[in-house]
C-alpha cells in the first residue's frame, strides 16, 4: 500500500509499505479519503528547519521538548506525515461492538485509550497509556512520536477504536470535517469555551501563521455569538474568508485593546507579546502556534494586572469532537470555506507542498454514501 512520506524541505513522495493489520481486539482498520493538511505541516516542508533546530537545540536556543517530539533532528526525512482525515472503516477487531465498516468517521490526531485519568480530564493528547514516558503518540510526527504511520496512506490502524474513532453525523458533508481532526478542534478549544465562560464577550483573532486555525477560530467565534470578533491578517484571500464567516478582517498593523478572548495565531513570540496585552480585565489568551525558542518572552506583570489568563499546549481534539461535531449538524456552520484547496489524493506530493492555507486531498470513498 502507498503512504506520502516527507523526504525533505518541498520534497514529498508515495513510499510503498506494508498493509497494517488488525493487531489486538480494540484495533480498526480505516480508509482515509480525505486528508486535511494541518498548519503546523508547512514548516518543515517550506523552510528548511531541521538542522536549524538541531543547533538551537544544542545551543540552548531552542526548547529540547522539540526533539522529544520531532526526533532529535527534528523533522528529519523520510516520515509519514499527515494527521488529519476523515475515514471510512474497513475492518474492525472483534472487540469493537460500535463501529461497522463503511461507517463514515474523523480519525483524531493523537492516539488515546479513553480510559486513563488524563483521558478522563479530557487531556485526550496526554493519555497516559499510550504517550508513556514520552511527548506524543501521534500520527503524521514521525517515529519520535510513535509507530503509527500518517494520515495520507491507504489504510491506517487506528487502536481503542470505539474510543478513537468518532462518526460523522449523516447531515454533515465530509468537506466540513476534512480539519476535525486537528485544526478546526483547536479551534474550538480557542474560542468556544472562554466566550461560553464569557457570555457575548468580544474576540480578537491575530492569524497569519497557524493559518487555518486563525480563520475557524474567527468563524467559531461569531457563530457563538460574540458582540465583535477582530481578525488581523495581511493575506487579503484570508481577510475575506474571515469576514464571510462574519469577522470584522483588518491588516495585520491594525491595534486594539480590551478583548475578552484572543487568539494567538502569528506564532511568533512577538504575536504573543500583542496578544497578551489586548486583553481586558480577567481576558483568555489561548495560543495555538509553536514557540520553539527556550526564552520566549511574555508581559507576566501586565498580566497580573489585567488577571488576564494564557493558555498554550497541544490541543485535544478527541475531546472536543462530540460537541463540535453536535454544533456542525445543528448549524450548518460552513467551515469548508477556509479550505483554499483542494487536490486529487493521486497528486498528493506535489500538492501537499502548495503554498495555500488549506489543502485538503480527496479521492472518491468506496462506499459511495460516504461522498457527502
Not at 491588516?251 to 506564532?267: F, I, L, M, N
Request: charged letters at 20%; one cysteine or more; hydrophobic letters at 40%.
Amino acid at each position: 500500500m502507498r503512504e506520502l512520506r516527507f523526504r525533505r524541505s518541498g520534497r514529498l513522495a508515495w513510499h510503498e509499505r506494508a498493509e497494517p493489520a488488525i493487531e489486538g481486539p480494540g484495533d480498526a482498520l480505516v480508509r482515509p479519503f480525505l486528508a486535511g493538511r494541518c498548519d503546523g505541516d508547512t514548516l518543515p516542508i517550506h523552510r528548511p528547519v531541521s538542522r536549524a533546530l538541531q543547533a538551537g537545540m544544542a545551543l540552548g536556543l531552542v526548547d529540547p521538548v522539540v526533539g522529544s517530539i520531532c526526533g532529535s533532528v527534528p523533522f528529519r526525512g523520510p516520515f509519514a506525515i499527515g494527521h488529519e482525515c476523515v475515514a471510512e472503516v474497513v475492518e474492525v477487531g472483534p472487540g469493537v461492538a460500535g463501529l461497522r465498516p463503511g461507517q463514515r468517521v474523523v480519525v483524531p490526531w493523537a492516539i488515546s485509550c479513553g480510559t486513563c485519568p488524563a483521558c478522563l480530564r479530557g487531556l485526550t493528547s496526554k493519555c497516559g497509556t499510550t504517550v508513556g514516558a514520552g511527548t506524543l503518540a501521534a500520527y503524521g510526527f514521525g517515529p519520535a512520536s510513535g509507530a503509527w504511520g500518517g494520515m495520507v496512506a491507504d489504510r491506517i490502524r487506528v487502536p481503542f477504536a470505539e474510543h478513537m474513532l468518532v462518526p460523522v453525523p449523516d447531515e454533515v458533508p465530509s468537506a466540513r470535517v476534512a480539519a476535525a481532526s486537528d485544526n478546526l478542534a483547536d479551534a474550538w478549544r480557542a474560542v468556544v469555551p472562554g466566550l461560553t465562560a464569557r457570555e457575548g464577550g468580544s474576540v480578537l483573532v491575530l492569524g497569519g501563521g497557524a493559518k487555518s486555525i486563525g480563520l475557524y477560530a474567527a468563524g467559531l467565534a461569531a457563530a457563538h455569538g460574540a458582540t465583535a470578533v477582530d481578525y488581523l491578517d495581511d493575506d487579503p484571500e484570508r481577510r475575506a474568508i474571515a469576514e464571510s464567516l462574519g469577522a470584522r478582517a483588518h491588516p495585520a498593523r491594525r491595534g486594539g485593546t480590551g478583548y475578552d478572548v484572543v487568539v494567538e495565531a502569528t506564532s511568533r513570540p512577538a504575536g504573543l507579546r500583542r496578544a497578551l496585552r489586548a486583553l481586558a480585565p480577567g481576558g483568555e489568551c489561548t495560543a495555538v502556534g509553536y514557540y520553539v525558542g527556550s526564552g520566549t518572552r511574555v508581559p507576566l506583570m501586565r498580566m497580573y494586572a489585567t488577571d488576564g489568563t494564557l493558555r498554550v499546549g497541544v490541543s485535544h481534539a478527541r475531546a472536543a469532537l462530540p460537541e463540535l461535531l453536535d454544533f456542525l449538524r445543528r448549524t450548518g456552520f460552513p467551515a469548508e470555506r477556509v479550505t483554499t484547496r483542494t487536490a486529487d489524493w493521486d497528486d498528493a506530493p506535489a500538492a501537499y507542498a502548495a503554498r495555500t492555507t488549506k489543502l485538503v486531498l480527496s479521492r472518491p470513498p468506496l462506499d459511495p454514501e460516504n461522498a457527502g
